[in-house]
Every structure is written in C-alpha cells, then in structure tokens.
C-alpha cells in the first residue's frame, strides 16, 4: 500500500480496499480460503492491528466461523470466490434466517470471462434465492465505501449482507480515499438467543416471516439509498447498469442518462420507475446473466438487454459500443501466433508424477490446483477437473460404474490445501464403500496456485505463525486406508514402481508425493545445482522434451548442421537446458537414457 | 504531450511487468492525473502471456483499453507484442524488448518461433522502437532490469518530466536503486 500524499489518497487494488474497508468499518474477525479473485482481501487484512484474520479450510467452514463470530457481537468479514459460495451455500442460506448480531459482509468475488476459474455463474443469483442483500461496487474507491455501508445495513437490518466483485474489480488498482478505523455498535459477549439462533422448523418459520419483513423494509430502503443514483444526460437512451459495467457505460456513452445501481438486491423498483419515465428508451447494460433485466422485466417496465448486449464472458466499452451500433474503428485483425499458456515451474514436483502417470491406461480423476496444468500437453495426464475435492467422488463413481473391470484403471489426483478443502469426506466414502481406486495426494505444503497461502497441512496461520500441519498419512490411516504410500515425485523410477503397485492394487490406497512447491521462500533460498544438456550425448530423442519443463527447449537441426556435430545426418536436433531457469531438480536426468545430461558444474 | 492515454505493457509471467506499469502509475499519478489499472493474477502467471492496462487522464471510468485504443504498447517479449496487435491504433507508439522466450509449442519443437515478427507492426505503419533489454540490463551491471529501460523507453512519451520519474524510482526500488536509474535513463536515450 503506497500513499500518494498529493492527493491524499491512496493507490490500491479493489481488494486492498475492501481490507482497508473492512478495517475501518471495525472488524475484528475475518474467515475466508484463498480463490482468485478473492485471494489478497485476507491477505491484506491480516497485516492490520486488531483483526483476527484466518484461512479456513474452506468456504462453508469460513462462513460458519463468520456466523459464530457475529453471534458473539463482532462485526465479520468472509471472503470467497465464486464458486467458494457454493460450497458455503448451505449456511449462507440459513444465515439469512438466523440474521446477525455482529454485521456479517460475505464477499464474492467473481470471475466474467473466467481467467482462472472453471465456470463464469452469476451470484447475484444467490442474492435473490438466499433473500438476502447484495451491493455492487465499480471500483476500488466504492468498494471502500460500500464495506462500511454494508456493515450498517447488516446490523440494521439484521442480516447477513452480499457484496460482490468481479475481476475488473478485485484486481484494479486505482486512486482510494481513506478513513479512521471505527468501532462496531454492538458489544462482544455471549448473549442467547434461541428462537433466532435455534433454526428448528417451530423457530425457523418465524424467522422466515422476519425475512419477508426485512426484506420489505430493505425494498422501501434501497429507494432512497445514495449509491443508486440517476446521472442525467441525453433522454433518448436510458442505461441502468451496476458494477463494473457502469463505467464501461460512462466510457463507451459519456453524454448518456445513467441509472446506476449499487443494490443488485433488493432493486430500487420506484427509481427505476422514474428513470424509465425520464427516457424514450431503457438499456439494461450488465455482465453474465440477464439478472437486473429478468427483474425489470417482471416489474413491468420495458427494457432492452441481452437482445443485445451478450450474456457470456467479459464486457468492455468496445463490446457495448459494437452491440449498440457504433462506430467502433477499424481494428487490427489478430495475427495467428504460437499459444502461450501458463505451465508448471521448472522443478515442479508435478510435474514428476504426471510424468510418471502418463505411462499408465488409467483415467485420470483431476482436481483444483497447479497440477490442473498436468491437463496441458505434452504430460496430458488429466482426463476430468470439475471442482474442489471433485477427484476422489469422481474417481470412485468410475470405479463403481465400471464392476468388475475397474481394476487398476481410476485415480484421483487432489493437492494438499484441495484435499483439505473437500477432499477428505470423498476419501471416507471411498473406504466405507469399498472401492478399488487409487487416491494421490500432490502435497508441496501450500496452496500454490493462488499464491502460496497456507493451509492446516502446512504448519502455519495466516501471518506465518507456526500451527499445527496435519499428518496427511496418518489421517488417512485413521480413515480406514490400509496402504498408505509416501514418495518423492522428483525420483521417476519411484514414482512408477509405487504407482503401478498401488493402482493395481483391490482396494482403495492413498499415494502421497511429498516434494514442496519451488516457489516457497525458503526452496528459492536453497543453493541449486543447474543441470545441462551434453550435447555429445544427446541423440534427439526426445525424450526430456516429453516431462514439458520450460528449462528445456528443442533446437533443430540440418542434416549439414548434425552431420558438422558428428551426430548422424537423420537426427533432427537436441534437446538444450537453460542454466538460467533450470532448478536442478532432476527428473531429466532421470529419464535420459543416453547420459545425456550433467551437473552444470563438472560440464565446464 | 496528450495529458491523458492509454499504455499496455505485455510479456511473460515473471519478466517485471506488473513492478513497471506500477512505476508508470506512480509517476502518473504523482503528476496530479487520475489512472486506473487493470490487471490479472491467478491462472495467468507461471508462464503464461501477461497484460496489465493502464489508462491515465482527469478522470478514468474504464480499467480496460479498447481494442483499437492504444496509445502505447510496452511489450517485454517479442512475439506478445504481436499478440497484443488489436489493441493499437495506426499512431499507435509501440516499445518493443527483443527478448525472445519459447512457449511450451516452440520449446518442444512442435511449432517454431515465428520468424519477422517486427515487420508484422512496421509493416502496419505503427511506429516502433525495438531494443534489447537484457544486454542494455548486463551493460548497467544488473540483469534484472531490463524491465526499467522500457519505462525509460516509455517515458519520453508521457506528460511526466524525468525528475518525477527518479523521484518514483527512489521511492519504490529498495535495491541496486543506481543500476535501475542507469536501466532507466538508457531507455530514455533511445526514444529521446
């Protein structure tokens, strides 16, 4: 966080407010697990004074925790993406039954467009399905705001509040103005309150009457409510738009009238009214689902929407220009290059076990994580990714489905912080019903792919105190796994003795490859030996080529230029090992059967 | 100097990218103007083609350049400055490091780099400035700022005075601050 005493305000992402926010709206408890676009919130907050800031092992538990929290009187921040609303949507949807004592603001943060995410769904649906709240913020300086505002309607209005980001939210930098860090309303004590907090049928259908009353009162509140505002401008077209396609709309249409909506839920149906009064025409701008158009629609005012502005990926003011007609300029026709798609580090530990893997007639059960990059050629060890924990269910289901041939032909791959998340309850049903799959877990100690947060197997908290790591063989153990393998997933000829033993083997066995994730503080600190190729050695074949390390790269070869190199005319090239990137781990020298590569240091 | 614009920086994950359009930022916004940055993380780094918009003006609404909306396009590896074409316009000023890196297609000799890359921009008119990063970064003593001389590259073209530049780069570089001011001023020789 950077201050630009010029102005006063500061430069921050969307997510770095929303702490900031959070801060000073006087939270002192915040839950969440990690999910792109979600994941700095929490790890913003935890390096501020008095928040007790944690990673729960997943969505539902961070919830739960929030619920707790609120219970007690503290005011509660959780933080998730997504599809992390999923997996906490059972308690999401009785909190707005039980309501608060202490706010309770849930962030979900979604992902148009889907840059890292395996599905793009809309949560405002769970806004209007859950009967709960939802604010809307355009961009890093409104979601400062509406966080305090959403407290004071939690408590208010005895809920629990909906906000809800995307990408171009979450991860946009832009000026901030600050505040002083206030206190919640209500005092932290234990205080009972069984007929709201009992959610028993007698109890829960009086709460249920409560939520129709608070929802009325939130429908009457929102009308008024500041962040939906009418910007006046040209009468002949009117937009309504939230979030982040608000500004598109400002840019793409600057002279146009403007209703902006902060509350997705309830929607302010009286100004909306008005607006339409005010234009000859409505268009009703919003990325992903016809959400506020459905809802305009049924209240009866006539709208245009997703006739024309599309309902899948990202928006931009080009894309809105374009559906509407304009004049958008001649672009650039792309011009086709090589892909560049991410790919595992070099010395990835995956990258050994996909390896590994590959050399097996196994479906391969994938999961949530780095090693979902395993699905990439030239590995191609990954055949279904559905969501967190999927792999094991998956896995066993195949296994089920296929009697009596099943053997040795299912496994399920799943990282330590995935396994943790959900994959625990899929291994249990594995045990209890008898399956003869094999369950790898890829534990390198963290949750990588999101940028290294810690997990309850990793040995410390959120602010790098130590804590308790979960003994992964030994929970597994206690589960009911007979055969409990560890290995090294860096050691090929391993990794392919105990795959095969363990794949084939009746009955359900856990592989679990230990090696930590080459991006750790204290691995990149470690002193590595680079490998190189020995280009006298190296006979093309290509077979290091085939582990996809970016260190190593294929350089052609004339039949002049091999024959020169004393290599024989029909050799097409050699491999070659960047010194630079190479991490020494050593999963090529494994596989080269021609000593063909070396220890950079004795190849001087 | 237009006091507002539209800069893309692109390359590849782990080459500085996101450090140099915060340093753009920064000066921008230590010159009294309104930015807005957009960026992803997740899934786009390990490797892959990254991008970050940065738009600077009185006041920006929108995080995101349009197709056809570049003013400027700082591209830290060759072949993503062609990736990026539909971004820019024909006054476009495009800033280009030569570094070539092999994505997986390339590397296992699947596909082959493509050859004339330059010529598919001048060939469309843009205006471009082609520099090789890493050894101008070897020649200042630090190869790891190669991403700096392309914001001296960058600067010349912005309403930002070089003063505020250095002031930026004292405040935000804890390290080997000499050899990136250096990194930086030899960028700006070669669009001065």
């Known amino acids: 966080m950077t201050k630009v005493s010029a102005k006063k305000k500061q430069w921050l992402s969307g997510n770095e407010a929303i702490a900031r926010g959070a801060w000073e709206a006087g939270v002192t408890v915040a839950s969440g697990y990690p999910g792109t676009p979600s994941t700095e919130i929490l790890e913003n907050l935890c390096t501020y004074n008095d928040v007790y800031t944690e990673w729960a092992p997943n969505e539902k538990v961070a919830l739960e925790v929030g619920m707790g929290a609120s219970f007690a009187g503290a005011r509660v921040l959780v933080t998730m993406k997504h599809v992390g609303l999923n997996v906490a949507a059972d308690p999401l949807f009785t909190a707005s039954y039980t309501g608060v004592r202490g706010g309770i603001v849930i962030i979900t943060a979604d992902d148009p467009e889907m840059h890292s995410s395996q599905n793009e769904q809309d949560n405002r649906n769970y806004a209007c399905a859950a009967k709960l709240p939802m604010l809307e913020p355009s961009d890093p300086a409104e979601a400062l705001e509406m966080l305090k505002q959403a407290f004071a309607i939690s408590e208010e209005f005895d809920t629990p509040v909906l906000l809800r980001t995307t990408t171009r939210v979450a991860h946009v930098k832009g000026l901030v103005a600050t505040g002083k860090r206030k206190k919640g309303p209500v005092p932290v004590a234990i205080e009972k309150m069984p007929a709201k907090f009992v959610m028993l049928p007698g109890n829960a259908r009086v709460r249920r009457r409560a939520i129709a009353e608070r929802m009325a009162k939130l429908a009457a509140f929102v009308e008024t409510f500041a962040g939906n505002r009418i910007e006046p401008g040209d009468r002949k077209l009117g937009f309504i738009t939230g979030g982040v396609a608000y500004l598109y709309v400002k840019e793409a249409f600057p002279k146009a009238s403007v209703l902006k909506i902060a509350t997705t839920w309830p929607l302010p149906f009286n100004l909306i009214r008005d607006f339409a009064s005010q234009v000859d025409e409505v268009m009703i701008v919003e990325e992903l689902d016809p959400f506020l158009e459905t809802h305009i629609k049924a209240s009866g005012i006539a709208c245009t929407g997703k006739e024309k502005i599309p309902a899948i990926g990202e928006l931009n003011p080009f894309i809105i220009k374009k559906a509407l007609g304009q004049d958008t300029g001649e672009i650039f026709a792309p011009v086709e290059i090589p892909p560049r798609p991410p790919n595992m580090c070099p010395g990835c530990p995956h990258r050994g076990l996909f390896y590994s893997l590959a050399k097996y007639d196994v479906f391969i059960s994938g999961d949530i994580g780095c090693y979902t990059l395993g699905f990439l050629p030239p590995l191609s060890a990954m055949d279904s990714c559905v969501c967190m924990g999927a792999s094991i269910g998956v896995a066993h289901g195949m296994d089920k489905a296929l009697g009596d041939k099943a053997l040795g032909k299912t496994v399920a791959v799943i990282g330590d912080s995935t396994f943790m998340h959900s994959g625990i309850t899929g291994l249990v049903n594995m045990v209890y019903n008898k399956s003869m799959s094999t369950v790898i877990i890829l534990d390198n100690r963290i949750t990588a792919m999101t940028g290294h947060q810690a997990n309850p197997a990793s040995g410390s908290t959120i602010t790098g105190e130590p804590a308790n790591a979960i003994d992964l063989p030994e929970l597994c153990r206690a589960i009911g796994v007979r055969h409990v393998r560890t290995l090294n997933p860096h050691n090929i000829k391993e990794c392919k003795k105990i795959l095969k033993e363990e794949i084939e083997r009746p009955e359900p066995s856990v592989i679990i490859a230990q090696a930590p994730c080459v991006l750790l503080p204290e691995e990149r600190k470690r002193r590595k030996i680079p490998l190189t190729s020995i280009l006298d050695n190296c006979t093309g074949c290509g077979t290091c080529l085939r582990l996809g390390c970016p260190a190593i790269s294929w350089v052609p070869l004339t039949s002049e230029e091999a024959k020169k190199l004393g290599k024989k005319e029909k050799q097409k090239g050699h491999a070659r090992i960047s010194v630079e990137m190479c991490n020494g781990c050593g999963q090529c020298l494994a596989v080269c059967k021609f000593k063909a590569i070396g220890k950079a240091e004795d190849n001087k | ?192």
Request: hydrophobic share 45%; with cysteine; glycine share 10%.
């Open chain 2, 1 to 192: 100097m237009k006091p507002s614009g539209n800069i893309l920086f692109c390359g590849v994950g782990g080459q500085g990218i996101l450090l140099a359009s915060e340093i753009t930022a920064f000066a921008l916004l230590a010159c009294g103007l309104d930015a807005k940055k957009s960026e992803v993380h997740g899934m786009a780094q390990r490797g892959g083609s990254v991008v970050a918009h940065l738009r600077y003006g009185k006041k920006v609404h929108s995080p995101l350049i349009d197709p056809g909306q570049a003013d400027f396009l700082v591209a830290f590896e060759t072949m993503e400055a062609v990736r990026y074409l539909p971004f820019l316009k024909k006054d476009s000023k495009v800033i280009v490091n030569t570094q070539q890196i092999a994505p997986p297609s390339v590397a296992t000799g699947k596909m082959a780099y493509p050859a004339d890359l330059l010529s598919q921009l001048t060939s469309r008119g843009l205006a471009v400035y082609s520099l090789d990063g890493f050894s101008i970064a070897k020649g200042v003593g630090e190869i790891r700022t190669a991403n700096l001389v392309l914001v001296g590259a960058l600067s010349t073209f912005l309403p930002v005075g070089e003063e505020v530049f250095l002031a930026v780069l004292q405040e935000k570089i804890p390290r080997k601050l000499e050899e990136n001011i250096a990194a930086f001023q030899e960028g700006r020789k070669i669009t001065a």
